[in-house]
């Protein structure tokens, strides 16, 4: 496997397709659901840049860890099969030209990509002293509609924060239920996460309050905007996906063993919610 090809495998590129849609749509409700191919391209390249900076300052930064870990020691960097030195050059890389990006989109951007890129510097370490890690991801991750918003406004808008605030609970949720799989290491090595503080039955159980509380929000969102109906099938259709994927996976104890479809579910939650805002503003 070439360099290239185990950098996109380290950064995970592929999965920006998690986040691009709330983007999207941040960018389409900005502009009254008027669709611009520059803003649309602005977007995509900003968040692809930011993206690959925070999984790449995460792999860097957690490199020891990795290491350590079953589950992550094969990964391009922990397995060595990148330099930690190409890493931190692409994270540089990364960095520089989002901020420098952002500086050509407006300069409400500008001043803002200082805020993401540190935001996203010091998530990595907020395992090591917080169980409240993972809703530190869940902000990060709610930045995508707001960052469509200031492409189109170079401005903050409330109603899309009602919006960015439902993603923070649903992707808190999932992130909490990710780091399960690590149950056993981080209690060995004192890592901080919702699962190794209360159990693993429990971070299920308050994942399903948050989850369900974002439900309560997305659709606020919808009525208060004036969304149409088709918004509201969306987040039926997304209630049910959190239905099936949490009985498919219960926990009988404090023993976990997700199914690979888990993480799927979650994407597929992403698109169902972002395409069906997008097709109702349209």
Known sequence: MNKISLISKSLKIHETLFT????YFGTLFASNGSFELKNIILVTIAL?????FG???NRYIDLEIDKL???????PLASGSISKNTILFVILVCAALFIIFCYFINEFAFYCSFIVVIIMWIYPYTKRFTFLCSFVLGFILSIAPVGG???VRSSMNLDIYLFSLAIMLWASSFDMIYHTQDYNFQKKYNLKSFGSKFGIKNTFIFAVFLDLLSMVVFVCFGYLSGL?????????IGLLIHLIKYIRNWPKSDKINLRPEFFRWNTMFSLII?????ISII
């Open 274 to 278: 972002s395409s069906f805002a997008i």
């Open 20 to 23: 691009l849609p709330f983007a």
């Open 48 to 52: 692809v840049l930011i993206r690959s």
């Open 149 to 151: 918003w200031v492409v």
């Open 69 to 75: 870990n079953v589950r992550t020691k094969s990964r």
């Open 55 to 57: 999984m790449g300052i």
């Open 228 to 236: 149409k109906i088709i918004y509201f099938i969306g987040c039926l």
